[in-house]
Structure formats: structure tokens, C-alpha cells
């Protein structure tokens, strides 16, 4: 484990929200997923160099997971997204192969895999209830396999009707947090799909949102998506709605912005989970993540050498990671109270 630069940080004169704790170094690829495990004792980043690699918080040691480790090391493929079972126990990935990992994280055992053919995998997510697992990729499908059989129980996908579908890639899916029946979905289609997968059909269309990573989250009727966009970057719409969205300033109300520079394209976007009130941002352009509060931004975390590309939060909210295109892992300290 290597230690790396420290980003720089900011915050409001008032108080600091962020304390930076480390950086780890493992890879020199992307990491496009972050997550914690539900107890809070690891870290899981997925990277682009085909590994999976937990970090145990208390020891601080990775440990590295790969699907085929005989394969020519030039040619793995990227692991895309990451999702924990309830217990913490077993670990599902997708990867740009097709497939879907399922491993045992204290053996790094393989445990099973699913082949999605012609496709490569970019996101996946389970339900509240962890009875339905969703996963979406290249072939601008989204399929939903039932969690303890592990087959395939529907694919959603374009129909005859303009609405009825993704036309492009999709790269972040999300379950509503209490109706199970709802699962969102969204890609380079500049649309954001709301399914009721008890229909396979739409039941929202949000047009607009160009989502590039795992950038939209729900909380109750709140949908935040994160554009890969340098104007409305990151928006807040009312699925009672579905139009007029609350579009978030990326700047503080007493930032100087010199001439030219322009809000980050959006990567990766969440509600903290312990307190839906803030909201953590990250991109490119301006390679940097920004906390907002109340719908404000509050705390940045400038002079990043390389875009955000992923951000997760601790289960009790007083700390997140962030990944970032350089192989990165920042592991900041976050004081809510």
C-alpha cells in the first residue's frame, strides 16, 4: 500500500466538514466503483485493470480479487460496479466482459457467474429487500435476475414507442429505497427511465440528465442525477413531476471563479444515506468533489491530478471515499454534526 499526494481541500470559514485521512495507491488505473460494506469494515474499489480490491479499514491491508488471474494481464477487463450482500459476506461485481462476478470476500473464493452475452456490464444494484438484482451495460438493456436463483427473470428494453426505452449506453442503475417495484436507470441516452418491474414497462421518463457514472440516487421523491455536462451538472427533480428540476449551483455564493472556468461534468453523485439534507458531487473538468448541504454547496475537494470517478459514504456517515482515474483512493473524514 502506497501512499499518494493529498488533494487540497476547502471549506466555508465557519467550520471544516472534511478532513483528509489517506490516499491509497494500489493501481495506477481507473476506479470506477466505490463501496463500503454494510457493517462498515471494508472498502471495495473496482478498477480498471480487471481486479477487485478491499481494503479492510481496521488493518488497513488490501486484498485483491481477479475473475481469471491466467489471463494475459493486458488483457482484463475493467471491473465496472460493485454491490455488497446485506451480511457483508459476499461481494457481486460486473465487469465489461459480461459478466457477473459473485465472490466470498474473506476467501476470495469465485463463487458463480453469470454471462450476459454480447454485452459488456457497466452497472448493477440490488433491491432493499435483496430479492431482485438489476444489471445494464453496451446493449442498452436493463435485466433483472431474481437473487437466490440467479436466473434471469425479465429484460427490459426499447420498444415500439420513443419513451419505451434506452437508445445508448447505460451506466448507473438504482432501486428505490422502499418501493422495490421502481428501479431507475440511466446512460448516454440523455434520459433517465423510471421501471416498474412488475410491468417491464417505463413508469417515468426524465429527459435531460447524461449520466456517465454511477451519478443518480433516490431518496423518497427526490431524484439527484449528476450530467456529464458543464451547464445543469446536477439536478434535483420531483418523480411526482418529472420536469422542472432544481438545478444545484456548483459554486459557492462567495466563490471567485476566474473567467473561462466552468463547473465539473458530473461522474459520480449521492445523498449521504445518514442525512439525505448533503449531497457528495464529483468530475472532470475542474477534477474535484464537492459537498453541498441544504442544496448549497458547503466544501470542495480541489487539484485533483485526475477526475472523480466514484464516491461512496460510510453506513454512520462520518466518513467517505472517493475514486479518482489515476488509481487513487481518498479516504476523507466528514463531520456532519
Known amino acids: 500500500m502506497e501512499s499518494a499526494k493529498k488533494p487540497t481541500k476547502s471549506a466555508d470559514r465557519s467550520r471544516t466538514y472534511l478532513r483528509h485521512k489517506a490516499t491509497i495507491l494500489e493501481t495506477e488505473d481507473d476506479i470506477f466503483c466505490v463501496k463500503y460494506s454494510p457493517d462498515g469494515e471494508y472498502i471495495a474499489f473496482a478498477c ?7 481494503l479492510s479499514r481496521r488493518t488497513t491491508k488490501v486484498k485483491e480479487l481477479i475473475a481469471d488471474p491466467k489471463k494475459d494481464p493486458f488483457n482484463q477487463m475493467p471491473i465496472t460496479c460493485i454491490r455488497w450482500r446485506e451480511d457483508s459476506k459476499i461481494l457481486t461485481t460486473s465487469s465489461a466482459d459480461g459478466f457477473i462476478y459473485f465472490w466470498h470476500v474473506k476467501s476470495g473464493k469465485l463463487l458463480f457467474k453469470i454471462a450476459e452475452e454480447e454485452n459488456q456490464t457497466y452497472c448493477l444494484d440490488y ?3 435483496f430479492e431482485y438484482l438489476a444489471t445494464a451495460g453496451k446493449d442498452h438493456k436493463v435485466r433483472l435476475y431474481d437473487n437466490e436463483s ?46 416498474d418491474i412488475r410491468q417491464n414497462t417505463p413508469s417515468h421518463h426524465i429527459s435531460g440528465p447524461n449520466i456517465s457514472g454511477e451519478s443518480i440516487d433516490v431518496i423518497g421523491n427526490n431524484l439527484l442525477a449528476g450530467s456529464f455536462t458543464d451547464t445543469s451538472n446536477l439536478c434535483i427533480y420531483d418523480l411526482r413531476k418529472l420536469k422542472d428540476p432544481l438545478n444545484l449551483s456548483w ?11 466552468v463547473p465539473s461534468c458530473v461522474y459520480t453523485a449521492m445523498f449521504l444515506k445518514s442525512d439525505p439534507e448533503y449531497i457528495l458531487a464529483g468530475g472532470a473538468n475542474k477534477n474535484e468533489l464537492r459537498l453541498f448541504r441544504s442544496e448549497k454547496p458547503i466544501s470542495k475537494i480541489t487539484m485533483l491530478e485526475t477526475p472523480c470517478l466514484s464516491v461512496d459514504c460510510h453506513p454512520e456517515g462520518d466518513e467517505f471515499s472517493f475514486g479518482c482515474s489515476d488509481g487513487g483512493l481518498h479516504i476523507i473524514g466528514l463531520n456532519t454534526k
Open 48 to 54: 480498471g485493470d480487471g481486479y477487485v480490491r478491499i
Open 127 to 129: 433491491d432493499r429487500s
Open 251 to 261: 459554486f459557492c455564493e462567495n466563490e471567485k471563479v476566474p473567467e473561462g472556468i
Open 150 to 195: 440467479l436466473s434471469l427473470l425479465s429484460t427490459m428494453e426499447r420498444g415500439g414507442s420513443k419513451y419505451s426505452g434506452h437508445s445508448n449506453r447505460i451506466f448507473a442503475l438504482k432501486f428505490h429505497q422502499i418501493n422495490s417495484n421502481l428501479l431507475l436507470s440511466g446512460g448516454w441516452d440523455n434520459v433517465v427511465y423510471g421501471w
